[in-house]
């Protein structure tokens, strides 16, 4: 939402100040719109693979949406990982073994629906636990495949906003082409009158200045969010590693998932007297 109002304030910033003392008709050259927006879309296409492709129009839509990663969220995530551990220190931990194999119909699991949307961030947790249950790992061989695992997933929600970011630095070049392309037209006019002339130098400079209104206007700030989204995101995995690293390492799940709510951003961090309220009424249920 905050991406429109951006986009609002920019036209209004741009485009509203000009239409005060000039025309707004001089700024239309829908010719020029077409070649920078196919060059564009081109160069998107031409400077990236089918899987960039698809993960970045995969990603645009989120964008217009709300973060989903909120101290509700986490407080739901938090609670998620006490119960298991605790059920794990209470009787074993092959008793969360039909837990793991089936999320969706885990008495635990379903209690939290949001989390069970996140598909990565279950198949992270699962297969970890999965691991301590049936494996002979120790808590360093666990750490250092979390860490590799946590790398590539950061490189792989970081590839829209690269591919994004590259789109919007080639996007001012475009509008220079167009406007060259619009001078040269002008050269080849040179016997008419002034006043035709000044109208389609005019036109060609349209295409200067809507290369870099688009790129810095609207398509830069696209990757930025794409950027804070993927931050988002990879939080989560995160708060899992540690509090699943402490619990091996012999801390209680209360510890365990203090260990947890410290790693998370202040804004989304819930308060540990907050916390521990909040897992006192979901265990008195």
């Known amino acids: 939402m905050l991406l429109l109002v951006g986009y609002v304030i920019i036209l209004a910033a741009s485009v509203g100040t000009y239409a005060v003392h000039g025309s707004?008709?001089?700024?239309?050259?829908?010719?020029?719109?077409?070649?920078?927006?196919?060059?564009?879309?081109?160069?998107?296409?031409?400077?990236?693979?089918?899987k960039a492709v698809k993960a970045t129009l995969a990603a645009l839509p989120s964008v217009?949406?709300?973060?989903?990663?909120?101290?509700?969220?986490?407080?739901?995530i938090l609670a998620m990982l006490f119960e298991i551990l605790a059920k794990v220190r209470k009787?074993?931990?092959?008793?969360?073994?039909?837990?793991?194999?089936?999320?969706?119909?885990?008495?635990?699991?379903s209690k939290y629906?949001?989390?069970?949307?996140?598909?990565?961030?279950?198949?992270?947790?699962?297969?970890?636990?999965?691991?301590m249950v049936g494996g002979n790992l120790n808590a360093f061989e666990i750490e250092n495949?979390?860490?590799?695992?946590?790398?590539?997933?950061?490189?792989?929600?970081?590839?829209?906003?690269?591919?994004v970011s590259k789109t919007a630095d080639g996007v001012p070049a475009f509008g220079i082409v167009v406007a060259v392309m619009g001078v040269v037209n002008v050269m080849g006019s040179v016997g008419q009158p002034p006043?035709?002339?000044?109208?389609?130098i005019g036109g060609a400079l349209v295409g200067t200045f809507l290369g870099i209104l688009l790129s810095y206007g609207f398509v830069a700030p696209i990757a930025s969010q794409l950027e804070q989204k993927s931050e988002e995101a990879g939080k989560v995995y995160q708060c899992m590693k540690v509090v699943l690293l402490a619990s091996m390492n012999g801390y209680a799940p209360q510890v365990a998932v203090e260990f947890g709510?410290?790693?998370?951003?202040?804004?989304?961090?819930?308060?540990?007297?907050?916390?521990?309220e909040e897992i006192k009424n979901r265990k008195s249920k």
């Not at 707004?24 to 089918?50: C, H, K, S």
């Open 24 to 50: 707004l008709a001089a700024l239309w050259v829908p010719l020029e719109y077409l070649a920078i927006f196919g060059l564009m879309i081109g160069g998107f296409v031409a400077g990236n693979g089918t």
């Open 64 to 76: 217009l949406k709300g973060s989903p990663y909120n101290k509700a969220y986490y407080v739901d």
């Open 91 to 109: 009787e074993g931990l092959m008793s969360i073994e039909n837990d793991i194999e089936n999320p969706e119909a885990s008495p635990i699991f």
């Open 113 to 131: 629906p949001n989390f069970l949307h996140d598909h990565h961030a279950v198949e992270f947790l699962t297969d970890y636990l999965r691991m």
């Open 145 to 163: 495949l979390m860490d590799i695992e946590l790398e590539t997933h950061h490189h792989e929600a970081h590839v829209p906003t690269h591919v």
């Open 195 to 200: 006043a035709v002339l000044g109208k389609m």
């Open 261 to 276: 709510r410290k790693v998370l951003y202040s804004t989304d961090r819930p308060q540990f007297k907050e916390l521990e």
